[in-house]
């Protein structure tokens, strides 16, 4: 079994700070692309942030600038700064994590249960 357990979601206002984060645990062999994603009531899901084991990040540009993602591959952990948050942030966020697990070749996707971010003032 995996588990991607999510935490640091909440209410902040326009301008203010949140940090997420997910920690994937089970029989896993090893996690390679992990991810944020977010869902707006009436919209898709969408890609709001990726980073490979080796570090390398990509960003929606929604969101450049002013949300750092970041990993401890010890823990296997993802991590989410949202700095200067706006209302149009306010969604669901979810944990992705692209993985292997023990007596598998094939890479599977599994998603966090997902942490409510409400920007209101």
């Known amino acids: 079994q995996v588990q991607l357990v999510e935490s640091g979601g909440g209410l902040v206002q326009p301008g203010g700070s949140l940090r997420l984060s997910c920690v994937v645990s089970?029989?896993?062999?090893?996690?390679?692309?992990m991810g944020w994603y977010r869902q707006a009531p009436g919209k898709e899901r969408e890609s709001v942030a990726t980073i490979t084991s080796g570090g390398s990040s990509n960003y929606a540009d929604s969101v450049k600038g002013r949300f750092t993602i970041s990993r401890d591959n010890g823990k296997n952990a993802v991590y989410l700064q949202m700095n200067s948050l706006k209302l149009e942030d306010t969604a669901v966020y979810y944990c992705?994590?692209?993985?292997?697990?023990?007596?598998?070749?094939?890479?599977?996707?599994?998603w966090g249960q997902g942490t409510q971010v409400t920007v209101s003032s």
């Open positions: 992705n994590a692209e993985l292997s697990i023990w007596g598998s070749r094939s890479r599977y996707n599994y």
């Open positions: 089970g029989n896993i062999f090893s996690v390679y692309v």
